[in-house]
């Protein structure tokens, strides 16, 4: 056997040395985010096909008489389709791979069949449920919504349907899509076209570039450099960061489509935008939650985000997209930092966003005294909506990667890999974070030697430590990296793993005097009481906001002077991950923000002086 400590700090659409498990080889084990992924599932499954297609039978000149679904897919809206035919498509796709759910799949075959009949109709390729007047006004520079966006939702859907289902007529559809917009922009010079992408355009690049991936049709990467912007591009290929005043999950999608460039070109300048944009938004622009934006937009210069703590901070979608990045940055580097971020923000700023009934969150308040809101069941199907429907069906993505015949262990989330073409699996249960470790457990026919690589966090405490069948070894990695073990592998061979957490607190970017407080991946948050009981300030049919003056900030608690340890914290005798802390007033109980559900909270401390 050999224990090494590996580095600090194949999958068809993951392109580095690493590979992300297919999907359909991880399965969630009881736990929170099983049960989580559960609720998502169920909801998707209480939404009816016809209703789903309403709009793109209209729009294709085919009659229906179903009820249309409200919010953003209102007949009337001009987003209408987005979450129809690409958020779902995704998610049931996602959630047949992740837990083998049938009926799920079934449901996709038959939005993906009711999608086909509609492109039939309109006889050129061409797929939305809006008319292609909307691109002719984006075209002529008036005013529009995001044609593209949607456009690009209903391409990925489709991508993702033939993906993780093998729904052929999926990929036939999305290469049809993806001729209509060659068409489109073939009477379109450059400077037009530059000022249409001026308007938020989604993953076009993306969905295209995968689409090349797939198929090996140049035509395909032709039409994807299309979708790219030299005004925002040539500024991060120069390390400048002039993102300010930018809507943020406008241009995270631009970004891991410049990351599939890399990825399927090899063009090295790709893949340096890649990394500074990500590093600049996660150092400079985030916050504590993992996630980033105030109002949608990066709003300050970078580092110093003082004064943006509100009601609309943290656009749920952009830790959608955030996450995307981290992984494909991941796979190219093996840097653990990078999966450290992706679990911040998954432990953090996903799971606690869906409620019991499957509804999502738009807005992450941090302004201290507010509240979760979600939206409805009919009557919002917002972008964010939809990215949650797809993240909670595939929490499983992330937990296992490998390299030839190594196996990486990226989270701690009870589960089981089972790896067929080497007939090896490995049983992960845990209970963390309630639990500060995780054991895995190996079954093979017959003896095998692997390597199996478990990320050492960058939040790991002293004292780290882990056991093969109850020996503990000798050596252990730094924190932020991976400890790499090297043996022939038994059946019912078991790795212990001890990874202390401490608290800690981390500074506002720009406002040393402002600071949050975790522990290991958790971010603590004050419980300040119960929030209001009128549903309508819970659950919204609108933009995803609270009635103006409904969650007016209360005043944050005072902490005392602190030194980045967070020793005014306290850890509260036999129970699981319960705090108190002192502030002016007295002593407030403090619990990880992922467990907030129907309180006010503060997630932001004043320090005293």
Not at 455 to 462: E, S, V
Not at 489 to 501: A, E, H, T, Y
């Amino acid at each position: 056997m050999r224990a090494q400590q590996g580095q600090k700090g194949s999958n068809l659409l993951l392109g580095g040395p690493l590979a992300a498990f297919p999907m359909a080889s991880v399965r969630l084990l009881d736990g929170e985010f099983k049960s989580a992924a559960d609720i998502n599932e169920r909801y998707l499954d209480s939404l009816s096909v016809d209703r789903l297609l309403h709009s793109f039978r209209l729009t294709a000149g085919i009659a229906s008489t179903a009820t249309p679904y409200g919010g953003w897919e209102l007949p009337t809206s001009e987003l209408r389709g987005h979450f129809v035919g690409g958020h779902f498509l995704s998610a049931v796709a996602f959630a047949y791979a992740g837990s083998g759910n049938v009926t799920l799949r079934d449901k996709g075959n038959d939005v993906v069949s009711g999608l086909a009949a509609c492109q039939k109709a309109n006889g050129n390729g061409y797929l939305s449920a809006y008319p292609t007047d909307f691109f002719e006004r984006l075209a002529r520079g008036q005013q529009v919504w995001a044609p593209f966006y949607t456009y690009h939702k209903i391409m990925a859907g489709m991508i993702d349907m033939y993906l993780q289902t093998g729904n052929e007529d999926a990929l036939r559809v999305a290469e049809g899509m993806a001729g209509w917009v060659s068409t489109f922009f073939a009477g379109i010079g450059d400077d037009q076209r530059q000022r249409m992408l001026r308007v938020e355009y989604g993953g076009m690049n993306e969905a295209l570039v995968n689409l090349y991936s797939i198929t090996g049709k140049e035509r395909y990467l032709a039409i994807s450099h299309m979708f790219e912007q030299p005004s925002f591009l040539d500024p991060l290929a120069a390390r400048r960061d002039e993102l300010q005043g930018l809507h943020a999950n406008t241009h995270v999608p631009k970004i891991i489509g410049a990351a599939r460039m890399y990825e399927v070109t090899g063009d090295t300048r790709y893949r340096r935008i890649s990394e500074y944009f990500l590093e600049e938004v996660l150092t400079a622009r985030s916050y504590a939650i993992g996630n980033t934006s105030d109002d949608e937009h990066w709003r300050t210069p970078a580092g110093n985000l003082s004064g943006t703590l509100s009601l609309k901070n943290a656009e749920c979608c952009v830790a959608y997209n955030l996450m995307k990045l981290d992984r494909h940055v991941f796979t190219w580097t093996g840097d653990a930092r990078w999966l450290d971020a992706y679990e911040r923000t998954l432990f953090n700023a996903r799971l606690g966003t869906q409620n019991g009934e499957g509804l999502k969150q738009y807005f992450f308040p941090l302004a201290a005294g507010y509240w979760r809101v979600y939206g409805s069941a009919e009557d919002s199907f917002w972008c964010c909506a939809g990215t949650g429907a797809e993240d909670f069906a595939k929490f499983g993505d992330t937990i296992y990667f490998h390299k030839g015949g190594d196996v990486y262990v990226n989270l701690f989330l009870a589960s089981v890999l089972t790896w067929k073409e080497q007939n090896f699996t490995l049983r992960q249960e845990t209970r963390f974070p309630l639990e500060s470790g995780t054991e895995l457990t190996i079954g093979v026919s017959s003896p095998q030697e692997h390597t199996i690589a478990v990320r050492i966090p960058g939040w790991t405490a002293p004292d780290g430590q882990i056991a093969i069948n109850g020996k503990p070894l000798e050596t252990f990695a730094e924190p932020g990296s991976y400890l790499s073990i090297t043996r022939v592998w038994r059946d019912g061979d078991k790795v212990s793993i001890k990874l202390p957490m401490s608290v800690r607190e981390e500074m506002l970017p720009g406002d040393p005097q402002t600071v949050a407080a975790l522990y290991g991946p958790l971010v603590l948050a004050a419980n300040l009481g119960a929030g209001p009981t009128d549903e309508s300030l819970r659950v919204l049919k609108g933009r995803g906001t609270a009635p103006a003056g409904a969650g007016a900030p209360m005043s944050l608690p005072i902490a005392k002077a602190g030194k980045g340890s967070a020793d005014w914290l306290e850890q509260t005798a036999g129970k699981d991950l319960s705090f108190r802390a002192q502030q002016a007033a007295g002593t407030v109980d403090v619990i990880p923000m992922c467990r907030i559900g129907d309180q006010r909270y503060s997630v932001y401390w004043q320090r005293s002086t």
